[in-house]
């Protein structure tokens, strides 16, 4: 259940075993592929193409059943899973033996006025791609209005969320626009305006605090605004105001026409509402130390979950609240040692315990920016940037997904970043509804 990097690299490890025993792994997951969700800000940037950042289960899955649709209801009794197809499709019933649970997680909003209406998320391939067009077009929008508010507020862009997803993504944005305006001789960099909302007072909390600050500090030398301790209050009509959490007081407003949304996320929803799994109280399927399914009457028998949907034990006590933290150095691992303790469950031999101590952590921060800690070493700058690139590259499954996102790399530091707005991305009828003859009025779409 769930093809992210647990699910993906679990069907990897199994899928031939289980064929040659006759039985079928499959894989239910909305999206036909793999979503390396570290890259997201690179696409959302320009400095990748989408399909380079996913891997297409029926292209790397060849012994692996990939069925297109979201688990719905599971009875672990009957050992059937209730799936219902994408876009309006059949409901159906898969039966199993053994299920696994990695649904992952998803965008933890809040209702905040007008966030629903105005802001975009960076959670899927999909948001990266239209936040990368609609930057790209708000710059060239601006670029032939008049100075004045409306051009302020095209060039006015909010992201709220200081964890490693809302800095990378600032940094690899701010560096994609001043690129943009560059090129562009109606815009100068200093019309463009990035501010970073983020409630607690500190950001990015997996580095260190002097990191943090380091890197709050490269990022106003940029003239990104980093507001700390501050929390958006509302967002109706595109119209931003925030509010001071020390004392609650109004901490600013004005006009943008980008909000980007990256304040954390939540384990799968469908675990606490239509599943028999024992959650905690933040929704994650509790799981043992050897990754099975545990509730307080112990292992439930052919019942398997990690990920960022799970309440996995930190063995090496490095975790927050003495659990891993969700993300992909913890998925991909936990997925090796899920294969082994699976099989070795079907054969009745001992199971293994998950552990491992973190290698640290990268981040990028544009082009020859980045902030990393590895082994309690910090690195910042273009070495930073490398050890995240490496890294990244190296995570990602497939020697074809390797070599073409190297390639890219490559051309862009030959050539520069493509900063290229694809016209229409949201309306592609566009053009056509125009040359047969029908008069079509439209809204400006948002993001």
């Not at 802001?119 to 791609?129: C, D, R, T, Y």
């Not at 030959?414 to 229409?424: P, S, W």
Request: proline share 6%.
């Amino acid at each position: 259940m769930g093809g992210g990097y647990l699910g993906y690299h679990v069907a990897q490890g199994l899928q031939k075993r289980i064929k040659e025993s006759g039985g079928i792994v499959t894989i239910v997951d909305p999206n036909p592929y793999m979503m390396y969700l570290p890259f997201l800000p690179e696409v959302a940037a320009g400095s990748l193409e989408a399909r380079s950042a996913v891997a297409p289960f029926q292209q790397f899955l060849k012994d692996t059943e990939s069925l297109s649709g979201r688990v719905i209801g599971i009875d672990h009794d009957k050992r059937v899973a209730t799936v219902a197809s994408i876009n309006d499709g059949p409901v159906f019933e898969v039966p199993y033996d053994e299920i696994v649970l990695a649904a992952g997680s998803v965008t933890r909003a809040f209702p905040i006025p007008g966030l629903g209406e105005s802001a975009i998320g960076m959670k899927s391939i999909e948001e990266a791609v239209a936040v990368r067009n609609w930057v790209f077009e708000r710059i060239s929008a601006a670029s032939q209005m008049e100075d004045g508010p409306e051009r302020r507020k095209a060039l006015t862009f909010v992201l709220v969320g200081g964890g490693f997803a809302g800095i990378e993504t600032i940094g690899e944005l701010e560096d994609a626009a001043r690129r943009a305006a560059e090129r562009n001789p109606r815009v100068k960099v200093s019309d463009l305006r990035f501010v970073l909302v983020e409630a607690a007072g500190r950001i990015m909390p997996e580095v260190s605090q002097d990191r943090a600050e380091k890197v709050v500090a490269e990022l106003r030398s940029r003239g990104v605004e980093v507001l700390l301790n501050t929390s958006l209050e509302s967002a109706e009509d595109d119209h931003i105001k925030l509010i001071n959490m020390q004392d609650k007081s109004p901490a600013g407003e004005f006009d943008a026409d980008t909000l980007i949304w990256t304040a954390g996320v939540q384990a799968n929803p469908l675990f606490k509402k239509n599943t028999p799994f024992p959650v905690d109280d933040r929704g994650r399927v509790r799981a043992g130390a050897d990754l099975r399914v545990t509730g307080d009457d112990g292992p439930i028998p052919g019942a398997w979950t990690g990920g960022d949907n799970a309440a996995v034990p930190d063995l090496s006590g490095q975790g927050p609240g003495g659990f891993c933290v969700p993300n992909a150095q913890h998925a991909i691992r936990q997925a090796k040692v899920m294969v082994k303790n699976i099989l070795a469950a079907r054969e009745g031999k001992p199971l293994e315990d998950y552990y491992h101590e973190s290698l640290g952590t990268v981040a990028g921060l544009g082009l020859y920016k980045g902030a990393a800690n590895l082994k309690g070493v910090e690195f910042s700058g273009p070495l930073a940037w490398l050890m995240h690139r490496g890294y990244h590259a190296y995570a990602m499954p497939t020697l074809d997904r390797k070599f073409r996102i190297l390639s890219e790399w490559a051309a862009n530091m030959v050539f520069g970043r493509n900063t290229t707005q694809i016209r229409h991305v949201r309306d592609p009828r566009l053009n056509f509804e125009t040359a047969t003859g029908q008069e079509v009025v439209r809204k400006q779409v948002k993001l």
